[in-house]
C-alpha cells in the first residue's frame, strides 16, 4: 500500500473545508492517487517532478500538488491543495523556501 504524506500546507487548508461534498472529493482524489500516482498532469519546467490533479466543484476548479518519492517503497506527498487562483505562484514560493 501507497502511504500518503501531507506538508503543512496541504494539511491546513484541508482541515480548513467545511464543504463536506469538496472535502470527499479531495479524499477521492487522494485514494486515486495512492493507486495510480499517473492519474495526475506531470508538470514540466521549474515544477518538473509535481503531478497536479484537477477537481471541479461548485464551478470553481481546485488543485492538489503531489510528488512521488522512493525510499523502501512508493511514498505520496501532498504538498498543496488550494482553488487555482494564484495556486502555482503559492506553490512555486514553497518549494523555493
Known amino acids: 500500500m501507497t502511504e500518503v504524506r501531507f506538508l ?7 482541515k480548513k473545508i467545511k464543504d463536506k461534498k469538496l472535502k ?3 479524499q477521492q482524489a487522494v485514494d486515486k492517487i ?5 492519474v ?3 508538470k514540466t519546467g521549474d515544477l518538473d517532478g509535481i503531478y497536479s490533479y484537477d477537481i471541479y466543484y461548485n464551478k470553481t476548479n481546485y ?9 523502501e517503497n512508493k511514498i505520496v506527498v501532498v504538498i498543496m491543495a488550494g482553488t487555482r487562483e494564484n495556486f502555482y505562484d503559492e506553490l512555486k514560493r514553497y518549494l523555493n523556501k
Open 8 to 14: 503543512p500546507p496541504a494539511a491546513k487548508f484541508l
Open 24 to 26: 470527499s472529493l479531495y
Open 34 to 38: 495512492a493507486e495510480d500516482h499517473t
Open 40 to 42: 495526475g498532469e506531470a
Open 63 to 71: 488543485e492538489l500538488a503531489y510528488r512521488v518519492e522512493y525510499y
